[in-house]
């Protein structure tokens, strides 16, 4: 082996320097700068997805944002990720974002419960009950053991006058969630009254 490729070993390569402009004096900075130049400048699909679901489930929603935000902004396309962001978006009170992200997960994905149970949550906050009442069906009829899709549609019909249909959505809560069954008697119980 010649020295020169044994004076490498160990030592990084470094393949760009970059210099930057400093627009102010340095002896006026006091502090510590740090410049992290590891990062890559694009990150791939994948890595986006990674580093989302990463801060989203640490609950550094900031951050998951951004990460949600690149990966829509790059133009990518994943269910999972327009449902993630707009469950983000309603809990920031961000509602018609978050039905505009809500209806591209089912869009891409017309079979995914939670997506169509999310969606008639967000139509019940924005007042269009039979919008929501529609989709709550269709996350049941999916997913018949979604509890609280069954609950919530119980809710939805008990507020339109359906009360023997609200009954059995509660009845369906119970058999679904036992240990729920305390609070959905006062449910059912408030339904027999009404």
């Not at 210099?19 to 002896?27: D, G, I, Q, W």
């Not at 994943?78 to 209806?103: C, H, P, Q, W």
């Not at 609950?151 to 058999?175: D, P, V, W």
Request: with cysteine; net charge positive; charged share 25%.
């Amino acid at each position: 082996m010649d020295s020169s490729n044994q004076e490498g070993k160990g030592q990084k390569k470094i393949t760009e320097v970059k210099t930057f402009p400093v627009l102010f004096p340095l002896k006026d900075n006091q502090g510590n700068l740090t410049i992290n130049t590891t990062t890559p400048s694009k990150l791939s699909k994948e890595e986006i997805i990674k580093q989302a679901f990463k801060f989203h489930s640490k609950g550094n929603i900031l951050e998951a944002i951004k990460y949600y935000q690149d990966f829509i902004d790059q133009g990518f396309e994943d269910y999972i990720v327009f449902s993630n962001y707009g469950t983000i978006l309603k809990g920031l009170g961000k509602l018609n974002e978050a039905e505009i992200m809500t209806r591209k997960a089912i869009e891409l994905n017309p079979n995914m419960a939670e997506a169509n149970y999310n969606l008639g949550n967000l139509l019940k906050d924005l007042g269009n009950f039979k919008g929501a009442e529609l989709y709550t069906r269709k996350a049941i009829e999916i997913n018949p053991k979604l509890a609280m899709a069954h609950y919530n549609l119980g809710t939805l019909l008990r507020n339109q006058g359906n009360i023997n249909q609200a009954i059995k959505c509660s009845e369906n809560f119970m058999s679904l969630r036992p240990w729920s069954i305390i609070g959905s008697y006062s449910f059912n119980h408030k339904l027999k009254l009404d």
